[in-house]
């Protein structure tokens, strides 16, 4: 297992109600499969295939029935973002982001689709009242988006929802 592999904990520092919180943001560099966290994030396109890539791994140890569901709800927006059960995944919960048109299209990652998806990964895990969840990098693989433009926008929207009342811890 590659788990721990480069990780850093940077802590956030939030105002609720008067008091000061804090949350905690963990970058890791390993397989997204091997984080212990209440839901994953997966990349996906509009057809809500999720094959490659990040997809690919969390196929493989989490069951082809996760693929099953996600392909129920689609196709889907872009920026959009879909939960679907965890199958065999140490993760409850698998969220289906959407940065990106189908193979066939020449849509490809933008600014605006990332931080779409990031937002809406967020919003569903609040609906779900989820304490931590793992992201990806999204846009970057087969999308071709560049890493260090998706980690900037990922990470401002990630800091300024926990500035918010939320119910994610990290």
């Known amino acids: 297992s590659r788990a721990g592999i480069g990780t850093r ?14 949350k ?6 390993g397989d997204i499969a091997d984080i212990e966290a209440e839901a994953i994030v997966c990349p996906a396109n509009d057809q809500l295939w999720i094959g490659e890539g990040v997809g690919r791994s969390i196929l ?48 490809r990652p933008d ?23 793992a992201f990806p990098a999204l846009g970057t693989g087969a999308g071709g988006f560049a890493f260090e433009k998706a980690a900037q926008i990922m990470v401002k929207e ?4 926990l500035g918010r009342s939320s119910f994610l811890e990290k």
């Open 158 to 161: 990630v800091v300024e929802h």
């Open 9 to 22: 904990v940077y802590p956030i520092l939030v105002e609720a109600s008067g008091k000061t919180i804090v």
């Open 111 to 133: 600014e605006d689709s990332v931080r779409q998806a990031t937002i809406n990964c967020l919003r569903r895990a609040e609906e779900l009242r989820l304490k931590s969840m």
């Open 60 to 107: 493989a140890r989490g069951g082809e029935e996760i693929l099953v569901q996600a392909q129920y709800y689609a196709p889907a927006e872009i920026g959009s973002a879909t939960v679907v059960d965890g199958g065999r995944l140490r993760a409850k919960y698998v969220i289906v982001a959407v940065t990106r048109a189908s193979a066939w299209s020449r849509r």
């Open 24 to 29: 905690e943001a963990i970058i890791y560099r």
